[in-house]
C-alpha cells in the first residue's frame, strides 16, 4: 500500500511565522502535490512537483513556496504566516507524469494560524 | 480552476438504502477517480475508472464511466453507518501533469 505521511496532524503558529510543512511517501512516486481544502472550496492545488528539485506552480500559489530536494520528500513552507492560510492542508503523489496514476492522499495538517 | 460538479451538497439516507452520486463535467477526462473523506482524514482512494463505459465495483462501491466520458457515477448499496463521509469524485486527463480537477464533494449521512 502506497503510505503519504505528513510529519504533523495539527498545529498551531503565529502571525509572521515561518511555517514549514513536511510530507513524505514510501513508494518512490514521481510526483508530489499540496493542497488546501478549504469548507466550500474544496481541494485547491497550491504546488506540485514531478521529480527533485522541480516545482510548478498550481492554482493559488501565492505566499507559499516549496522545496523537492529528495525524491521523497515534498516542504511546503509558509513564508510569512497569515491568518487566511487557516486551513486543512493535504500532501498527495502519484506515481509519475506519463501514467494517469490516481493521487493518494496523506491525513493532512490542520494549521491554525492566530 | 475548473471544478468538476457534483451535488447536492449533502445526502441523508437511511441505514440500508441504496444512494447513487454523480459528477459532471464540460471537459473530457481519461480517467475518473471516486475518494472518500472521513472526518479529520484525507481522502482515500475508493474506486479508479479508465476507460469510458467502465463499470467496475469494489465491494458495496459500484462506479461507472461515463460514454460521453464528461461524467461519473458512484452507487453505494445497503448502506452502513461507517459510509458517512464526503466523497469527491475527480477527473484527469492523461499527461495534463497529473493533475486533477476535483468536484466540491457531496457529504453523506446515514441514519441508523
Known amino acids: 500500500d502506497v503510505k503519504v505521511t505528513q510529519s504533523s496532524r495539527y498545529l498551531v503558529k503565529r502571525t509572521g511565522e515561518k511555517v514549514f510543512l513536511e510530507c513524505v511517501q514510501d513508494m518512490d512516486h514521481e510526483n508530489m502535490f499540496w493542497y488546501r481544502q478549504d469548507p466550500g472550496l474544496g481541494l485547491r492545488l497550491i504546488y506540485f512537483?514531478?521529480?527533485?528539485?522541480?516545482?510548478e506552480k498550481g492554482d493559488i500559489p501565492e505566499g507559499y513556496s516549496v522545496s523537492r530536494e529528495k525524491k521523497e520528500r515534498f516542504s511546503l513552507i509558509l513564508e510569512s504566516a497569515s491568518t487566511n492560510q487557516t486551513s486543512m492542508y493535504l500532501c498527495?503523489?502519484?506515481?509519475?507524469?506519463?501514467?494517469?496514476?490516481?493521487?493518494?492522499f496523506g491525513d493532512g495538517t490542520r494549521l491554525s494560524i492566530l | 480552476g475548473q471544478q468538476l460538479n457534483q451535488s447536492p451538497q449533502s445526502m441523508f439516507i437511511q441505514e440500508g438504502e441504496d444512494v447513487s452520486m454523480n459528477c459532471t463535467s464540460s471537459?473530457?477526462?481519461?480517467?475518473w477517480l471516486w475518494y472518500k473523506q472521513d472526518p479529520g482524514e484525507g481522502p482515500v482512494l475508493l474506486i479508479a475508472l479508465y476507460k469510458a463505459g467502465e463499470l467496475t465495483s469494489n465491494g458495496r462501491l459500484t462506479a461507472q464511466f461515463g460514454i460521453t466520458r464528461k461524467d461519473s457515477f458512484l452507487n453505494i448499496s445497503a448502506s452502513i453507518p461507517s459510509d458517512v463521509g464526503i466523497y469527491f469524485c475527480?477527473?484527469?486527463?492523461?499527461?495534463?501533469?497529473?493533475?486533477?480537477?476535483f468536484g466540491k464533494g457531496i457529504t453523506l449521512s446515514v441514519r441508523p
Open positions: 471537459s473530457i477526462f481519461n480517467t
Open positions: 512537483s514531478y521529480d527533485v528539485k522541480m516545482k
Open positions: 475527480a477527473g484527469q486527463l492523461t499527461g495534463a501533469n497529473s493533475k486533477l480537477t
Open positions: 498527495a503523489s502519484s506515481q509519475n507524469r506519463v501514467w494517469s496514476q490516481p493521487q493518494h
